[in-house]
């Protein structure tokens, strides 16, 4: 290459980022968005014309369903996201989990994507991130806690209510270390939230000592407070400046790089902007909605079924998930006509599948189908009857739902509350390009959030 071509050609981003589902992958969006990173989501692996079409990028995603897939299927999955992470020239590939860990050696298994992704960068080690505060998610001497709900008291994950009985993923094991072994990380170090909390240079001490002494084949990092997140962020970008480096966790990875993250010299200019610009981001309210809402809520958490009990500015259609999971064609043309005669009268409208007083189906339904029935739902309204802004609940939901429409990314637009992001949709479609659309996971989300999508929050 020239040295004209050399000096003119655009830099790539500093982190590539895969969400292993699509509403984990909106949280990981909004966290680099509030730190003034310019960041997009894409929603399948990008070919060069797109990323030309996009422009400079500090934070690029990839948003996948691996935690929904078999390790076969996440093979084929992530070989692409490697690929493309080395013809970026990135320094950190970061590999978005759920903040929960939930997942299992047959499926979504966070062991299988190191397996695939490891051999995209050149450190031989692998940075795992354990906790994330901001969401109620703390890990102590490699064991996992979680709140449930918002604000929510706080259970080590093998009692918690809801995710050691996940319908695909039930969490039985609290210990990472051994919750990963089983998914074949064998060598897995605990770094204690002691050495962070003593800033960057006691833990890039105690992370040296681990790699060593005897070598360790991943390094699971406590997180107790979200202050420890800076050191943990110090200590990984040196490492990454040094050598590419593959980090696994939730998005305390990107809350953590966006701290140490220097901008290049080139971009010095625009330090002031950026800085304006994580201001605007992190203080960004929802205004309200333009013409009527749809949400779609395919969770079966009791943390759903609160929201949409909390839920008074929807007409609401109860969903048949039974049937749907079955692929019942009639229930499915029901549910969308139901639908679509409520919109037209621009009431807003809230499907879901289960009611606040119903027991939880469980392992009675087969969760991936319901999913993706809940996609094809989506998709066959928003052809007839285009909206403003929709919300979808539930992380395999929100996934199948948002790969039923015909877009390619989505960029950050505002905070919704404890873990879910308002998101703009792009598309090469007139009538989906511009919609916002809030994904999230069933455990996430304050219980006003459908509210908040209708009425705004300031």
Request: aromatic share 4%; hydrophobic share 45%.
């Amino acid at each position: 290459m020239s040295p004209e071509k050399q000096s003119t050609a655009k830099p790539g981003p500093a982190v590539v980022y895969y969400g292993d589902d699509f509403t984990g992958a909106t949280d990981t969006l909004g966290s680099a968005a509030r730190a003034g990173l310019r960041a997009l989501l894409f929603l399948k692996t990008p070919d060069a014309a797109r990323l030309d079409h996009v422009g400079p990028l500090d934070v690029l995603g990839i948003a996948g369903a691996a935690r929904a897939m078999t390790p076969d299927a996440m093979q084929a999955e992530l070989r692409p996201v490697a690929t493309l992470f080395r013809s970026l020239g990135a320094r950190v590939l970061h590999y978005k989990t759920c903040s929960t860990f939930d997942s299992a050696p047959h499926i979504g298994s966070i062991g299988a994507a190191v397996r695939v992704l490891r051999a995209a960068v050149e450190q031989p080690w692998t940075a795992i991130v354990g906790g994330q505060p901001n969401l109620g998610r703390y890990c102590l001497f490699g064991n996992l806690f979680a709140t449930a709900g918002s604000g929510g008291e706080v259970f080590r994950i093998d009692r918690h209510p809801t995710m050691s009985r996940h319908p695909v993923t039930p969490m039985d094991e609290a210990d990472l270390r051994l919750h990963l072994a089983k998914q074949g990380l064998a060598d897995v170090c605990s770094v204690p939230y002691t050495a962070a909390s003593r800033g960057g240079e006691a833990l890039a001490t105690a992370l040296r000592q681990a790699l060593h002494s005897p070598p360790a084949d991943a390094v699971l990092f406590d997180v107790a407070d979200a202050s420890q997140l800076a050191a943990i962020g110090e200590v990984l970008w040196a490492r990454a400046q040094a050598s590419t480096l593959l980090a696994v966790g939730p998005s305390s990875v990107v809350d953590a790089l966006a701290m140490a993250m220097a901008m290049p010299a080139s971009r010095e200019e625009n330090n002031a902007a950026s800085t304006a610009h994580a201001h605007a981001h992190a203080h960004a309210g929802v205004a309200p909605a333009q013409g009527p809402v749809l949400v779609l809520a395919g969770s079966l958490s009791p943390v759903t079924a609160r929201q949409v009990a909390a839920a008074q500015s929807f007409d609401i259609v109860w969903l048949d998930a039974q049937k749907l999971a079955q692929r019942d064609a009639a229930a499915l043309n029901d549910h969308a006509d139901a639908i679509t005669r409520s919109l037209a009268l621009g009431h807003n409208v809230l499907a879901c599948t289960r009611s606040p007083n119903a027991s939880p189906q469980g392992n009675a339904l087969d969760a991936q189908a319901l999913a993706r029935a809940g996609g094809d739902l989506l998709a066959k309204v928003l052809a007839t009857t285009p909206l403003k802004r929709i919300g979808v609940a539930g992380g395999d939901t929100s996934s199948h739902g948002v790969q039923a429409l015909d877009a390619w990314a989505l960029s950050y637009v505002a905070d919704m509350g404890a873990g879910a992001s308002l998101c703009r949709v792009h598309s090469d479609d007139a009538r989906l390009d511009g919609m916002e659309v809030m994904l999230k996971g069933g455990q996430m989300g304050a219980v006003d959030v459908f509210e908040r999508l209708v009425h705004g929050a300031a």
